[in-house]
């Protein structure tokens, strides 16, 4: 008995790991997220700093296009709202990661509980 309760803690120990590397992964995500949002949110101000008389360069490869200055504002706040998105996408996900770690937790202090148990029954019967 005591072995197949073993068994079974090691399979929810490499479970319960396995959901944390997720975890770590989410977050270094987010984090990146939060980064470009900084960057894009300076370029936005940037931007808004600007009027038609000015003119916007674009970076494509080795090279500055010219770009209309709505052109280059629209395309910042697309990019804040995908960013803002994503972080919501991970903000949610990592939730749901915090409650499956919470029933792991659970789960393995229970399997240790048994684990504990057959081993003093084991040891009772020696």
Not at 18 to 39: C, F, H, I, N, P
Not at 67 to 85: F, H, P, S
């Amino acid at each position: 008995m005591g072995e197949a309760i073993q068994k079974k803690l090691k399979a929810e120990v490499e479970k319960y790991a396995l959901m944390q590397k997720d975890v770590s992964k989410s977050v270094s995500a987010r984090q990146k997220l939060e980064t470009q949002l900084a960057e894009n949110n300076i370029v936005k101000e940037e931007l808004d700093l600007l009027d038609s008389s000015n003119i916007v360069f674009k970076l494509i490869g080795p090279v500055l296009v010219k770009q209309d200055l709505d052109e280059a504002k629209a395309t910042v706040a697309k990019r804040l709202e995908y960013i803002n998105g994503e972080i919501q996408r991970y903000e949610t996900l990592l939730k749901d990661f915090e409650k499956k770690s919470e029933q792991q937790r659970e789960i393995l202090t229970s399997l240790q509980q048994d684990f504990q148990k057959a081993q003093g029954l084991a040891a009772g019967k020696v």
